[in-house]
């Protein structure tokens, strides 16, 4: 349901037809208006800095300091002739566009995205005949549909000729992202003789019989235990009627073994010069590959070594799909952290991948340059600090996806706030007012967008929903109320069922407070931690959407250090103009681990905490934007948990 950006393997070109976004589920929800706060801008810093040591006489682009939050160390052709196929490499823009504010987002909070290429193939099996001496020559297109309704083509296959169970050879890659729902569409003609020798990319396909078509998310898809799909076609014409079968198309999806692919680094720096007065510097590395525009991605960032002058870090795991190839430039920037975020750059120097597995071999160091102005010229002044690769090793990894495709489920969880500063639900000024117009208000628009993902990782759809700071009728104050008014169970089905439960407890409670996290904390960790006793392969999220500031932070403090041990994230939406500052200290992106009262550490960081607003130009939300962060939490607990065998 969003504009991703695809890779394709096959020609392409394009074409628009209008559908509806949120087909039925805001029409039988009575959504209503979005109320949002406006938090300081999440644009990040950018680095910028050159693939190569700059020339004398042009000034090398700045390297402004790197944002600190989390660090990453320790993570996670064409012309062919239509009988034949092709590869040509195609995607569109504003694809680009949605997961370049997914990046940027990420990389505010000092997070760094890794993503899977998934290599779809495709077959159909008892098409139409439509030839009269012969059967069916049959040609496949794959559309995306974007976040207006429009499709656009990303490939087409080869023709098969006298087929009605056609194996095309060609196949499409297209870029996975799990924080958005990625619509396909996939089209069969019937390829007349006259153009058997005409390039499939210039085929007109109106003049083409039209086979059958079949829709489906890409979720769909690699969530099932075979990452295969079959689906019926069916033609634009007789829907809405009893059509007979008009065949089926398969889709396979196998994720590129560059997504497994890892390399695995242990830096050590020594005589790295003093930038603080009064201590040792405190030392942190950026890496970043080049882009294809040449500007600068940050892909990875080590922990800050404090008061160190001699620094070794623990390692940094790299994607090598990230970083392109082992022989792609790689600029590797040693900075001095500085709590205003005005980070120093001690030094960089740029190295790919086998240029830094040699001085791995042979033990010897690189020295830092820094760009340095001499008159009107700039020059690299070399350093005496240098750069050592202590370890370097390269595997494969499992994946998100390994996991997935063994049977492992993501289960939602969602938890609402009913305190009375929402205000009467009744009035047009409420956040939990529902609008007749249709348009969602915020806790049903992060309902959305977060169910809207998960849904498809959970096989049963059964989702737990609370409510917390209400009075239901006749009854006490409840900080956690199962919001389906049942008084021994909290599940309800889909997406709906939430959005309709919601809407009947609006009118079954009475607004009250205070705002209280750890009672619904607890009862998510609970099902968590009832699912691992019976070993179930599950992993749990919980939404809770709130319009204050809790009142119990340190029971909540308790609350989530005691699960950061479960399969468990939480994800944290504030809704509304208050000032969520003091909610950001639960979030450890943003700040220290989180402790315990009685001094027990977080074994890991399971909180997101944002204010809900757009990102960039709306091209994507910034709930979803938190959701890309899942699946390395994902593969963190199950890195922790020791989970080595697939589920």
Known sequence: DSNFPVLVSGPSTFHSFPTTRFPSLLRASLPSRVLSAAPPSLDPPTLSCSASSPSPRSPPSPSPSPDMGNCCSDSSRGGRQAVGGGADPA?????????????????????????????????????????????SDPMAVIYVKKRDGTLEEIGRTEVVLNSLSPTWVVKHTIIYQFEIVQPLVFQVYDIDTQFHNTPVKTLKLDEQQFLGEATCTLSQIVTRSSSSLTLNLDHREQRGTHARNIGEISIHAEECIASKAIVEMVFRCSDLENKDLFSKSDPFLVISRPSESGAHIPICKTEVRKNDLNPTWKSVVLNLQQVGSKESPLTIECFNFNSNGKHDLIGKVVKSLLDLEKLHHVQVGEHFFLPTAVGHDYHNKVLKSQIFVENFSESTRRTFLDYIAGGCEMNFMVAIDFTASNGNPRLPDSLHYVDPSGRPNAYQRAIMEVGEVLQFYDSDKQFPAWGFGARPIDGPVSHCFNLNGSTYHSEVEGIQGIMSAYFSALYNVSLAGPTLFGPVINAAALLASQSLTHNQQKYFVLLIITDGVITDLQETKDAIVKASDLPLSILIVGVGGADFKEMEILDADKGERLESSTGRVASRDIVQFVPMRDVQSGEISIVQSLLAELPAQFLGYMQTREVTTIC
């Not at 569109?92 to 998934?118: C, H, P, T, Y």
């Not at 290599?119 to 030839?131: I, V």
Request: aromatic share 8%; proline share 0%; no cysteine.
């Open 91 to 135: 995607g569109g823009r504003a694809n680009g566009d949605a997961m370049e504010a997914v990046d940027q987002f990420l990389r505010s909070r000092g997070k760094f995205r890794s993503f899977s290429q998934i290599e779809l193939s495709l077959s159909a099996s008892n098409l139409r005949d439509r030839d009269v001496f012969s059967k």
